[in-house]
Antibody, heavy 123, light 106 residues
Framework: QVTLRESGPALVKPTQTLTLTCTFSGFSLSASGMCVSWIRQPPGKALEWLARIDWDDDKLYSTSLRTRLTISKDTSKNQVVLTMTNMGPVDAAKYYC???????????????WGQGTLVTVSS | SYDLTQPPSVSVSPGQTASITCSGDKLGDKYACWYQQKSGQSPVLLIYQDTKRPSGIPERFSGSNSGNTATLTISGTQAMDEADYYCQAWDSRSAFFGGGTKLTVL
């Protein structure tokens, strides 16, 4: 059974760095074709993809947020960490992590999602 | 950036067929996925690789993708299908989501 759980601060101050952890079970991020991604969703708004890390440590970032994001993995702990620098009010959102499976057709699929963690940005 | 455009809202009567479109430049050349998000819940994968349903997803959900438009079709819509629906595709090593469509079952 695949599960993912996001953790991190519920409140950050403007200009601070946000660090979120995705702890997962039911799969190994060292297995070929496995990836983990972060996605966020401001209240009442659409999903926005942030970053992806692959089994071979390839890392992809949203073009618009690339300079502020860092994604990393600890395979032994089954964790993926996302940091986002210089947080501002527009970054307030629910942050989700999701497993991505690369299938035999080369399609990358968000097949399991965590429950998300709500982050507020305020002084 | 790659824009995926969805209608903000679609209404359907119970038992009828609902169609939700997703438009993007040459979207038919990419794989489209669809996600359902009910109020207060996380997104759930409905359709992947344009037409495929994960196990556990009812047969009334189907997808197609050609030209510039991907379509999610819900046949025999039920009240429980009321939710937000998002399309998604990959372009140039980035994932993009549509703006979402709120499906109302009247």
């Amino acid at each position: 059974q695949v599960t993912l759980r996001e953790s991190g601060p519920a409140l950050v101050k403007p200009t601070q760095t946000l660090t979120l952890t995705c702890t997962f079970s039911g799969f190994s991020l060292s297995a070929s074709g496995m990836c983990v991604s972060w996605i966020r969703q401001p209240p009442g708004k659409a999903l926005e993809w942030l970053a992806r890390i692959d089994w071979d440590d390839d890392k992809l970032y949203s073009t618009s947020l690339r300079t502020r994001l860092t994604i990393s993995k600890d395979t032994s702990k089954n964790q993926v960490v996302l940091t986002m620098t210089n947080m501002g009010p527009v970054d307030a959102a629910k942050y989700y992590c999701a497993r991505i499976l690369k299938n035999d057709s080369g399609s990358y699929i968000f097949d399991y999602w965590g429950q998300g963690t709500l982050v507020t940005v305020s002084s | 950036s790659y824009d995926l455009t969805q209608p903000p809202s679609v209404s359907v009567s119970p038992g009828q067929t609902a169609s939700i479109t997703c438009s993007g430049d040459k979207l038919g050349d990419k794989y489209a996925c669809w996600y359902q998000q009910k109020s207060g819940q996380s997104p759930v994968l409905l359709i992947y690789q344009d037409t495929k349903r994960p196990s556990g997803i009812p047969e009334r959900f189907s997808g197609s993708n050609s030209g510039n438009t991907a379509t999610l079709t819900i046949s025999g819509t039920q009240a429980m299908d009321e939710a937000d629906y998002y399309c998604q595709a990959w372009d140039s090593r980035s994932a993009f989501f549509g703006g979402g469509t709120k499906l109302t079952v009247l």
